[in-house]
């Protein structure tokens, strides 16, 4: 059996006081690649942001990887963020840092002091999303599938057991966007677990995979082919 990373039990999703998603169930075993879909405003973001702790868990029973969502603590935030690699829509690179200073700020920032430890990592995870050679180059001096490909990069640099994509294509043409999901793809063929928001119905089509839809404040696996 595959080991369970998410576990929520009868969940309700707050925003603002506003209730988005009530009575969520979901179990995701190691592994996995989970899309979810469903309209702007259906609770996608809100979703995710629960998993890494931007949102609180005030009703229902959270846990991803071991830690509990529901007690989870503002000091324990940056160790469960450490096990999980997050990729926004809009990249989040600090523009006025080169690819390879922005990947030393967040390893410092998540502990990380020996210089020659970063640099080798740093060289790693770029290698895997191909950007070893973009290290020294301004985010503005590459496009936006490459700096796509960079927050991915990012994401990876703590080797996390869990990646979550809140629209990691919603700024790309559709070329760069299925080369951002086969990059991600390869990822969780090389055993990380991932969940991706996406309102790109035309990826769901030509890379198919379980998949979950936000409606009427409910979350709800659907057949790919309905979708």
Sequence with gaps: MSETVLSLKDVTIYQEGREVLAHVNL?????EFL???GKTGSGKSSFMKTLYGDLPLTQGEGHIVEFDLATLKESEIPYLRRKIGIVFQDFKLLPDRSIKENMMFVLKATGWTVKVDMEHQIDEVLDK?????YAHKMPHQIS???QQ???IARALLNDPEFILADEPTGNLDPQTSAEVLELLRKINANGKTIIMATHDYALLM?????TLKCEDARIFEVVQKTV
């Excluded at 179990?27 to 592994?31: L, N, Q, R, Y």
């Excluded at 999303?129 to 050679?133: E, F």
């Design 27 to 31: 179990d995701v075993k190691h592994g």
């Design 144 to 146: 936006g599938g490459e």
């Design 206 to 210: 030509k890379f198919p995979s379980k």
């Design 129 to 133: 999303v191909g950007m070893k050679g």
């Design 35 to 37: 899309y979810i879909i």
């Design 149 to 151: 490909r960079v927050a």
